[in-house]
């Protein structure tokens, strides 16, 4: 609920910040600490992914483990 609300805002600021023509600092620095903490996010799962189980995956050869 609140996500979806928080992008349709963000979409609404950086509509205006078009017309600006320049992004802030302050929201360049909170979209990199964004793109960073779903990067540490991605990671947990795809080492997950890469030992086999649950979550889609499975690797080597035969595909166990």
């Given at each position: 609920?609140?996500?979806?609300?928080?992008?349709?805002?963000?979409?609404?600021r950086?509509?205006?910040?078009?017309?600006?023509?320049?992004?802030?600092?302050?929201?360049?620095?909170?979209?990199?600490?964004?793109?960073?903490?779903?990067?540490?996010?991605?990671?947990?799962?795809?080492?997950?992914?890469?030992?086999?189980?649950?979550?889609?995956?499975?690797?080597?050869?035969?595909?166990?483990?």
């Amino acid at each position: 609920m609140e996500k979806t609300e928080k992008k349709k805002e963000r979409r609404r600021r950086e509509e205006e910040e078009e017309e600006e023509g320049q992004m802030e600092k302050t929201e360049k620095r909170r979209m990199r600490r964004i793109r960073m903490r779903t990067k540490r996010r991605r990671g947990k799962w795809r080492k997950r992914r890469r030992r086999g189980g649950r979550e889609g995956g499975g690797g080597g050869a035969n595909g166990e483990n």
